[in-house]
Each structure stands twice: as C-alpha cells, then as structure tokens.
C-alpha cells in the first residue's frame, strides 16, 4: 500500500556532497519511521540510517559522523544529507518505512521501490 520515490542520486567525487529525499504516500506518514538502506553491488542490503515518528535517529557506524537523516511531515518526505562521501558509499541507496522503529532498523519489508543511485569517484 505504502508507495516510496527515492531521487537525488548522481555522481558526485569524493569528498563531496549529496542530499537524497524519499516521498512516501499510502500510509500515515507522521506515525511511521523511515529509514535509508543501500545496497553497494555484490554486496547485501544495509541499514543506512532510520527515524523515528518521534525524531530519534539511528545510524550505521560507517555514517554516523557525515550522514543526517531527517524528515519533513507537511511534505510526506524522509531526507539523507550526505556529506564527506567515500567510494566505499556508492551503491544504490533506498527508503523503506514501518509503523516500529525496531522494523526499520532490522530492514523487514515484503517489497522495495527502485532506489536512486550514488556513484563516488575518486
């Protein structure tokens, strides 16, 4: 039911910066967390960043000192602010959301929408 639009990927040379946003409809967005996950190739799906309804964030310690996740309720809208980027973050980046914190920071979902694409050069 939930439908989720990730864009603001692109090729951006390390070091740089990057904002990506996420637009989720279909769901009470304001009481649900949102999360960010990536998935780099060859490589499994990983938790990014998550918040909460109530704002608390969670981040993966690869990110937690140059990625902020955010989010705007009027705009139905999840952010990823990413900053000081490495080669080691390019990967196809995703949002998902869940009514339990607990659910986004584990990555339990049935479905996944397309994602949006980082490529870190050096």
């Known amino acids: 039911q939930v439908q989720l639009v990730e864009s603001g990927g692109g090729l951006v040379q390390a070091g740089g910066s990057l904002k990506l946003s996420c637009v989720a409809s279909?769901?009470?967005?304001?009481?649900?967390?949102m999360g960010w996950y990536r998935q780099a190739h060859g490589k499994q799906r990983e938790l990014v960043a998550a918040i909460s309804s109530e704002g608390s964030t969670h981040y993966a310690d690869s990110v937690v000192r140059r990625f902020t996740v955010s989010r705007d309720n009027a705009k139905n809208t999840v952010y990823l602010q990413m900053s000081s980027l490495k080669p080691e973050d390019t990967a196809v980046y995703y949002c998902?959301?869940?009514?339990?914190?607990?659910?986004?920071?584990?990555?339990?979902?049935?479905?996944w929408g397309q994602g949006t694409q980082v490529t870190v050069s050096t």
């Open positions: 998902n959301t869940n009514r339990y914190m607990s659910t986004v920071t584990r990555g339990y979902f049935q479905s």
């Open positions: 279909g769901s009470t967005f304001s009481r649900n967390a």
